[in-house]
């Protein structure tokens, strides 16, 4: 039982920005405004995520540690309308099998928390504690049993890069949301979660990048978009600031990127790419649905529609404001 966990685990988690990905995903199902993510070595000594969330009741804090326990379905009707994050209720069960876990919570209403600990899948601690609404839950020595796993992980500071990257991006998605990353107990970014997105991009990349912004707000069916495009002399040497979210999910796409490109050609020189942070709205009928779901990476159904309507927007916008 434990080795289908740590095989399982392979498939989705196969580094600390993966954890991170999956808890951060759990917090966000689990109705939080305020998230703390916190990293030693590059989180490959710990991990820790704090959030204000529902909590997790007394009888589910085990449940939610075996394989294929989510509260999140009940029935196939809801597996299809999954609108929640998580759905397949293997995270919790892959990463305990893989590390230290500790984690405290408390529901709402509930007088008192619940303290667990589990090592490599083994539950070593189980008892009532006092702590506040919300969940608490540190990771560490991830991999420690896997290691040929471990050997895999790259130098702290590849391994937090990718973790900011991840971070910024799920705090980009969820501006309404307040999150805090602190990494070697320096603290990298605090985003204010009042549901402002420009706000949220200032406060992750800083008053020159934000000034050189555009808004976007478009609207043609079965297409929305909304968000920001840098200006011409914002645009970049390689793709790392375009930023797209389809249906609040980040993702990379190909199609994306050329159309953005090819808005701004006969702006920028030959080998600049343009930044954007953009949010698109298509009805999940235009997506590829056989794509896995930890994936990134999307496939549009009627590409080429999809490609013209954003080049459109983006030209129509950068038109107007004269450029
Ligand atoms: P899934 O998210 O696919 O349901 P997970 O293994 O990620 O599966 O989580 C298992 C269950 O644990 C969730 O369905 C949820 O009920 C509970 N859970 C996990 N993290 C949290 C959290 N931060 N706050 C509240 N409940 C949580
Ligand atoms: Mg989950």
Redesign the pocket.
């Known amino acids: 039982y434990q080795t289908t966990n740590k095989i399982a685990a392979g498939e989705v988690i196969t580094n600390p920005a993966s954890v991170i990905k ?2 951060l ?3 966000i ?2 109705k ?1 405004n305020r998230i703390i993510i916190e990293i030693k070595k590059g989180g490959k000594e710990k991990i820790l ?1 704090k ?1 204000n ?4 009741s007394a009888d ?1 804090v085990l ?3 075996k394989r294929h ?5 009940h029935s196939i009707e809801d597996l299809e309308y999954a609108t ?12 305990a099998s893989i590390s230290k876990i500790d984690i405290k ?1 408390r529901e709402k209403n509930a007088k008192s928390g619940i303290h667990v600990k589990i090592h490599g899948g083994k539950v070593i601690l189980h008892e009532e504690i006092g702590c506040t609404k ?2 608490s ?1 540190t990771v560490e020595d991830i991999f420690y049993n896997t290691p040929a796993r471990y050997k895999y992980l790259k130098k702290d500071s590849i391994e937090s890069g990718y973790i900011s990257s991840i971070v910024e991006k799920i705090a980009l998605s969820h501006p309404e949301i307040s999150f805090r990353f602190i990494n070697e107990g320096r603290q990298v970014f605090h985003t204010p979660g009042n549901n402002d997105l420009y706000s949220c991009i200032y406060c992750l990349y800083g008053k020159k990048f934000a000034d050189d912004l555009i808004e976007i707000q478009y609207e043609n069916h079965p297409l929305k978009i909304f968000g920001y495009i840098g200006k011409p002399q914002l645009c970049r040497s390689n793709k790392k600031y375009q930023i797209f979210f389809v249906n609040h999910r980040y993702v990379k796409n190909r199609i994306l990127s050329q159309a953005l490109q090819e808005a701004y050609k006969g702006l920028i020189m030959i080998h600049k790419y343009p930044v954007c942070i953009l949010n698109i709205q298509v009805p999940s009928s235009m997506l590829d649905v056989n794509v896995h779901p930890a994936k990134t990476e999307i496939l549009f159904r009627h590409e080429s529609l999809i490609y013209l309507l954003i080049k459109e927007a983006i030209r129509e916008i950068l038109k107007e404001k004269k450029l």
Do not use: M, P, Q
Request: glycine fraction near 12%; aromatic fraction near 6%; avoid cysteine.
């Open positions: 999956e808890l995903e759990n917090s199902d689990a939080s995520i959030d969330g529902v909590g997790i589910d449940l939610a540690f326990a989510t509260s999140k379905i929640t994050l998580g759905f397949r209720g293997e995270a919790l069960a892959s990463i919570t919300g969940t839950l």
